[in-house]
T-cell receptor
Framework: NAGVTQTPKFQVLKTGQSMTLQCAQDMNHNSMYWYRQDPGMGLRLIYYSASEGTTDKGEVPNGYNVSRLNKREFSLRLESAAPSQTSVYFCASSVGRGQYEQYFGPGTRLTVT | SQQGEEDPQALSIQEGENATMNCSYKTSINNLQWYRQNSGRGLVHLIL?????REKHSGRLRVTLDTSKKSSSLLITASRAADTASYFCATRGGGVNDKIIFGKGTRLHILP
């Protein structure tokens, strides 16, 4: 099993450009999450999907959109990138919400110039 | 808003010594989890302790939870170079819609 995979690993965007970060899991998990990690800030939840067909905002959703394409895939879209979105983005999945451990992907390092 | 706060922010110890990290939180929780992150990698789940548990062990890891003090500690015994990493606590509140919130982490460095 590959676990949680993310693409791309690295990306550089110019301000105003758009892009989609892809995430897939092969563990048949119901819940999936997108986090960003900034120096000294820990992980902050952007959006999550408790189950296929549902998405909800997390702590820092502004400037992002998500799509739960199917049970396996959960994508994060930046419509108009800003320098403040320079960060490392992690996708995670879990069997269900809250009380279960989360499995993380390797991350996408995004720089917006 | 951050729920868990780890202490210390950074810790350096000699290989073979024990390492202790603490996590404090503000509101009631359903469970508390500890994760490890090696440099440039994703987080890896270490251990979960529920609010009605006081202590759990997993290999060289020992986690305690004191809900009256709203705090938890992670003890790594007989540290190894491979334990060098950042360690995060994550708390989940008691409501059905509550999400897991991560702290800012403790950076542990094991000296040879």
């Amino acid at each position: 099993n590959a676990g949680v995979t993310q693409t791309p690993k690295f990306q550089v965007l110019k301000t105003g450009q758009s892009m989609t970060l892809q995430c897939a899991q092969d563990m048949n998990h119901n819940s999936m999450y997108w986090y960003r990690q900034d120096p000294g800030m820990g992980l902050r939840l952007i959006y999550y999907s408790a189950s296929e067909g549902t998405t909800d905002k997390g702590e820092v959703p502004n400037g992002y959109n998500v799509s739960r394409l199917n049970k396996r895939e959960f994508s994060l879209r930046l419509e108009s990138a800003a320098p403040s979105q320079t960060s490392v983005y992690f996708c995670a999945s879990s069997v269900g919400r809250g009380q279960y451990e989360q499995y993380f992907g390797p991350g996408t390092r995004l720089t917006v110039t | 808003s951050q729920q868990g706060e780890e202490d210390p922010q950074a810790l350096s110890i000699q290989e073979g010594e024990n390492a202790t990290m603490n996590c404090s939180y503000k509101t009631s929780i359903n469970n508390l989890q500890w994760y490890r992150q090696n440099s440039g990698r994703g987080l890896v789940h270490l251990i979960l302790i529920r609010s009605n548990e006081r202590e759990k062990h997993s290999g060289r890891l020992r986690v305690t939870l004191d809900t009256s003090k709203k705090s938890s500690s992670l003890l790594i015994t007989a540290s190894r170079a491979a334990d060098t990493a950042s360690y995060f606590c994550a708390t989940r509140g008691g409501g059905v819609n509550d999400k897991i919130i991560f702290g800012k982490g403790t950076r542990l460095h094991i000296l040879p």
